[in-house]
């Protein structure tokens, strides 16, 4: 059994074809998967009315959770969220516009991962082409997790903090690429609201660079984050 873990936020076309495409993995690859999908605070486009009536498979298993305050930008409690709800030994963790196509499913689970390795997977888009690899999705042990201590919830509310937790893993676990797997990545052009808006990103206010705290975090690495997960949520569909 693996689990994928996935955030969303008011993206009611990249959901629905996100479970598509799970919807079209082989049954016996179904079977040995948990789906953990945490929304992290939409009000507009909730993922639980997005998905009634379309979990039409008997053999895909969704937990769905949902935090119920709508802060911006906080992708890293709700990635905190998901891999505190994870029940199997490996977890890969990305966002909702990377899609694993039913022939990389069959590959995914036939990985054979070793503890104290975080792996980075292979990234293509929808037409085949290359694209770098994803800074932020990783198939991981939940202990190693939890061991580098999750994301730090102190910069909830900024964006682009995914690089601290880049180097926190770098400074306690190896690293490795994963060629033979790729995630396939949907974009603006294919599904309008493939990535999550209305907030800013680089640039911004709210961009990471402009955090008072980011360059003393930066020189503590490798620490330990407090307290994850500092927010109310409901299990919705358990």
Known sequence: MISIGLTYYNQPEMLRRQIST?????????????????????????????????????????????????????QDGARNLVMSRVESDWTLITDLDHLIEPDQAMILHDLCPKRGVFYVPARRKVDGSYKKPHPNSYF????????VGGYD?????????DSLF???????????????????????NEIPDAKSSGYGRKGSDL???????????????PYRPSAPCRFLWEHQNG
């Open 22 to 74: 799970l919807n079209s993995w082989l049954p016996k690859l179904r079977q040995a998967t948990r789906i953990v999908i945490v929304d992290d605070g939409s009000r507009q486009f909730p993922a639980d009315k997005v998905l009634a009536g379309q979990l039409a498979s008997d053999f895909l298993s969704v937990d769905l959770f949902w935090i119920t305050q709508d802060k911006p930008w906080n």
């Open 140 to 147: 991981i042990h939940p202990k190693d997790y939890w061991m």
């Open 153 to 161: 919830e102190d910069f909830c509310g900024w964006y682009g903090s």
């Open 166 to 188: 880049r180097r926190q893993l770098n400074a306690r676990l190896a690293e490795k690429r994963l060629d033979c797997f790729s995630l396939t990545l949907v974009e603006e």
């Open 207 to 221: 961009c990471i660079k402009k955090h008072p705290l980011l360059k003393e975090k930066q020189a503590q690495i």
